[in-house]
């Protein structure tokens, strides 16, 4: 088994891209859900994190900006360790995310030993 990183993003910003508070709602119970499901099977490495919405980036000049999703206001939301054989199972955990009905993302890696 490998450990994966799934990465949960989405534009916590603008307006009119924002879910309903009924929506929220609605999504919790999908979540609760989803990490059960995770759990279950034992390929819940680390549990959910969750995120500010700030961050910042220091870069290689010393200078620090806001963000690293600023200019497309898309941020971290949160993120979760899960075991899987490959890419191809941990994209098909990562397919029944919450995120992606309320128009966001999730970014996959994959843990590397050794360097």
């Known amino acids: 088994m490998n450990e994966f990183v ?21 999504s919790l119970k999908l979540w609760q859900d989803w990490l059960g499901g995770i759990a279950a099977q ?12 700030e961050g910042k980036i220091v ?32 994209v098909s955990i990562a397919n029944g995310c919450p995120i992606l009905e309320l128009g966001g993302n999730v970014e996959i890696r994959m843990a590397v030993t050794g360097i």
Request: hydrophobic share 35%.
């Open 6 to 26: 799934l990465i949960f993003r989405r534009d916590y910003v603008t307006k009119e891209t924002q879910p309903s508070p009924q929506e929220l709602q609605d």
């Open 42 to 53: 034992d390929k819940l490495a680390k549990p959910l994190q969750r995120w500010d919405g």
């Open 59 to 90: 870069k290689s000049n010393k200078s620090v900006i806001n963000g690293p999703y600023a200019e497309i206001k898309e941020a971290i939301g949160g993120l979760i360790m899960i075991k899987a054989a490959d890419y191809d199972e941990a």
